[in-house]
């Protein structure tokens, strides 16, 4: 049997997808992260409609169109600077792939809410206290009047869980009693955590139930040890390619020092050295196969300037 090198847990986008993929979980997580009441769910699935037939689809953990509007889930467990930028932007595509070809009318428009589901909630708004934030709302507002804009199709809701796990370990029952339980099952970190907090609620005990099950399902299995080996080999990459630029960098550096004098070649040349290492670097990822994406990530480099190394 397949099994993964550790357990994952509600805060993985695969295992969130696959556990929600049941009408009565979906529900209640909509209802009791959004407070609205959802009566019917006509359709759920990852999958973003593109405009063209050469257009790659657009991955997204979770698309649910409700009686309510449509609703996109996003699970963002690691913190990265450029995570809320790319939901935004699909967050608009899905808004704009509305408009159907055959029903060319704004007046026709749902409601589109992004939810996200957030750990670090913190760094992403340092200028907003988020220890006692639940979660944060955004809107567009006319700046003066303060007057929402548009809210009927556009709003985007940001759940704090670092709120609801710093609850549950701080082991106040009075406090834990008060906070939504189902949310603070998003936020356990072992199996013992979702059993506590479960019991005595079926759908809960049952979502906790699938939680193990798929930790050990072949197939799911397979596409977690698979993320966790693309998570180790970005890591592995980015300590090479920083390595090789200072390397590289200190090198030319040195070399340039001897010529101007070691203070300015040290300064002038470990930022050519430093450039120069991670444009031979981008080269070789090139002819290793690497796409431009994955190349920009790692080297900063534009897409411009990769396809110049070529």
């Known amino acids: 049997m397949i099994t993964t090198a ?23 997580l909509l209802e009791e992260t959004l407070d609205l009441k959802v009566n019917e769910i006509f359709s759920a699935n990852t999958e973003m409609p593109v405009d063209y037939k050469n257009e790659k689809i657009k991955v997204l953990d979770l698309i649910v169109v409700t ?23 699909y967050f ?18 749902i409601q589109h809410v992004q939810l996200n589901i957030t750990w670090h909630l913190q760094n992403y708004f340092s200028d907003i206290n988020m220890k006692k934030r639940k979660k944060i709302e955004f809107y567009i507002m006319e700046p003066e009047s303060r007057k929402k804009i548009m809210d009927k199709i556009f709003k985007i809701v940001n759940i704090n869980m670092d709120y609801y796990k710093n609850i549950w370990y ?29 019991r005595g609620d079926k ?4 979502i906790s139930k699938d939680v193990k099950k798929y ?33 590289e960098g200190l090198e030319q550096g040195l070399e ?29 990822m090139l002819k290793d196969g690497l796409d431009l994406n994955t190349i920009a990530k790692y080297t900063n ?10």
């Open 215 to 247: 930790n050990i399902d072949p197939t799911i299995a397979n596409e977690l040890a698979e993320l966790a080996a693309i998570e180790n080999e970005n890591e592995i990459w980015e300590n090479t390619i920083r390595e090789r630029a200072i390397a």
């Open 256 to 284: 340039q020092g001897l010529e101007q004098g070691l203070e300015q070649g040290l300064e002038q040349g470990l930022g050519q050295g430093k450039k120069q290492g991670i444009q031979e670097t981008a080269k070789k």
């Open 92 to 109: 608009c595509k899905l808004i704009s792939s509305h408009l159907k070809k055959k029903n060319k009318s704004y007046n026709n428009v």
């Open 170 to 198: 701080s082991k106040d029952e009075e406090l834990i009693k008060k906070e939504n339980p189902f949310i603070m099952l998003l936020a356990a970190s072992s199996y013992e955590e979702m059993d506590k907090i479960s």
């Open 203 to 206: 759908l809960m005990e049952e």
């Open 301 to 310: 480099l534009s897409a411009k300037e990769i396809k110049a190394l070529e």
């Open 67 to 89: 009686d309510k509007g449509t609703i996109n889930v996003e699970v963002n467990n690691d913190y990265r600077d450029d995570i809320y930028i790319r939901n935004f932007l």
């Open 6 to 28: 550790k357990p994952y847990f509600l805060n993985n986008d695969i295992i969130f997808k696959n556990t929600f993929n049941k009408e009565d979980a979906l529900k209640r």
